[in-house]
């Protein structure tokens, strides 16, 4: 079951470490910091509604930018305390929600879905934060010196969101405050009382930004990567006696294409469509019909070549491939090609379409002298 979330974004620190820029406004791929954070919050599922806490003085510019930014969730805005607790404390206890995810608006890159699944870990344990594994070795210093590794293993870097089940986080964060113990994470007053708090692994994407380097290393994972786009075009000839090959599948027909390959047409055109997209020139080029290696092999082969060669710089995005023949039916065969090219492409089948078409008769695919394919493919730059 699902319960009512209200984000709590704290935004009320004084960006110590950005030397006097106040971090939350500065622009990231475009975007303020702070309205990504919130735009963040409009498209995750579990959360209703948004507190934002902030400094007296910022009061008025952040709703301004939630204005301007179009936040489609309801945006309270309020101020702060002197320390984090005591702005998440104020925040909480504004929240509707029955749940809060208490964030930092200073973390512009958070998955919405990884949210959710901390929000709904909350709901399970009634306590839950976004962390990531240690990957470096962690050791123990003395005196400037290393004395000794600490097992990894067991660590977690944690960030936000922290999601809480709202009463409790008010009571124990009260209680906190009036036994005068400090804290610096949102969850540290759970693990004080011995209360659970379920750990879900995130992203290290999820930056959250404290000096003006972080801003350089959002704005670059923000930056679109460079699309490219191309088409092949090929035709072969139907020949009587030769087996039918279309996107690696063995088609049951009187006639095949003729070819030095196996010559099929499909694959041949969606090989063009890559090596235009990567600017690699075309299959002529890559596979000359004049060596004889080529003679009659199996161009899934080529396609795979073809493919190891273009993923040395790009990173593949989908395909669509037209093929024009009067006869045979090609229905029944469109799955398994899907499956044949994404195979070779080592890609999801969800990104190969496929599809088949006629010319109505006209034409040399009409008279049935010979098929033709059409492909186009996008490519991402690495
Ligand atoms: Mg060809």
């Not at 009320?12 to 971090?23: C, N």
């Not at 901390?118 to 010196?145: H, I, N, Q, S, W």
């Amino acid at each position: 079951m699902d319960y009512t979330v209200t984000a709590v974004v704290v935004c009320a620190g004084r960006s110590h470490r950005m030397g006097g820029v106040d971090k939350l406004f500065e622009n990231v791929g475009g975007v303020p910091v702070l309205a990504r954070t919130l735009l963040f919050c409009c498209k995750s599922e579990c959360i209703n509604d948004i507190v934002a806490v902030t400094r007296r003085e910022s009061i008025e510019k952040v709703k301004e930018l939630a204005k301007r930014y179009g936040i489609s969730k309801p945006v309270k805005v309020i101020e702060g305390g002197d320390c984090r607790a005591k702005s998440a404390l104020l925040g909480a206890k504004s929240a509707a929600g029955e749940y809060i995810a208490i964030l930092d608006g200073a973390r512009p890159l958070t998955d919405p879905a990884q949210a959710d699944k901390v929000c709904r870990a909350a709901f399970e344990y009634g306590a839950a934060a976004l962390g990531v594994p240690m990957t470096d070795t962690v050791k123990r210093l003395e005196d400037g010196m290393i004395v000794g590794t600490i097992d990894r293993s067991r660590l977690m870097r944690i960030q936000t969101p922290q999601a809480f089940e709202k009463k409790r986080y008010i009571e124990l964060a009260q209680t906190a405050a009036r036994d005068g113990r400090e804290t610096t994470d949102d969850c540290s007053i759970y693990e004080m009382y011995g209360l659970p708090i379920k750990a879900v692994e995130g992203s290290v994407s999820n930056i959250k930004i404290t000096t003006p380097e972080d801003i350089s290393l959002c704005s670059a994972l923000c930056a679109p990567r460079e699309t490219r786009i191309g088409h092949g075009y090929d035709v072969h000839r139907l020949e009587g006696g030769r087996d039918l090959w279309l996107c690696g599948v063995k088609i049951e027909h009187d006639a095949g294409l003729a070819g030095h390959s196996d010559a099929d047409v499909a694959l041949h055109a969606l090989i063009d469509a890559m090596l235009g997209a990567a600017g690699l020139g075309d299959i002529g080029k890559m596979f000359p019909d004049t060596d004889d290696s080529f003679k009659g092999i199996s161009s899934v082969l080529l396609l795979e070549r073809a493919a190891a060669r273009v993923y040395e710089r790009f990173d593949f995005g989908n395909c669509d491939i037209t093929i024009i023949a009067q006869k045979p039916k090609l229905l029944p065969y469109i799955e398994k090609m899907r499956e044949n090219v994404a195979r070779a492409l080592e890609t999801d089948k969800s990104r190969v379409n496929i599809k088949a078409t006629t010319e109505e008769g006209l034409g040399f695919t009409g008279r049935k002298e010979g098929v033709a394919a059409h492909a186009v493919c996008l490519l991402y730059r690495r």
